[in-house]
């Protein structure tokens, strides 16, 4: 059964920082792209940043270049999205998304609320 599991999720101040993460099974992980998303209130899910099957660690969102990072661990089947600076823009439901060609999961979310 596959499954994606975000935690790390909460409350933080502006300027703050938090570390989410993606615990996956049931798929052969080191073969998909993985991907952090972002919902907020009221607004359209966009792709934050993806690490693909090579490695490469891209940024997409350009809102968020130069605070968030994201990072896989192959061997232990995470994904991590570090995100310092955070402002009260990054308010969003997070979520976790595994795709290979045609064949996508999704996580069921974490909510970051950055509030002071």
């Known amino acids: 059964q596959v499954q994606l599991v975000e935690s790390g999720g909460g409350l933080v101040q502006p300027g703050g920082s938090l570390r989410l993460s993606c615990a996956a099974s049931?798929?052969?992980?080191?073969?998909?792209?993985m991907s952090w998303y972002r919902q907020a209130p009221g607004k359209e899910r966009e792709l934050v940043a993806t690490?693909?099957?090579?490695?490469?660690?891209?940024l997409f969102a350009d809102s968020v270049k130069g605070r968030f990072t994201i990072s896989r661990d192959n061997a232990k089947n995470t994904v991590a999205l570090q995100m310092n600076s955070l402002k009260s823009e990054d308010t969003a439901v997070y979520y976790c998304?595994?795709?290979?060609?045609?064949?996508?999961?999704w996580g069921k979310g974490t909510l970051v609320t950055v509030s002071s």
């Open positions: 998304n595994a795709r290979f060609g045609v064949t996508e999961y």
């Open positions: 049931g798929f052969i992980f080191e073969t998909f792209h």
């Open positions: 690490s693909n099957r090579l490695h490469e660690n891209i």
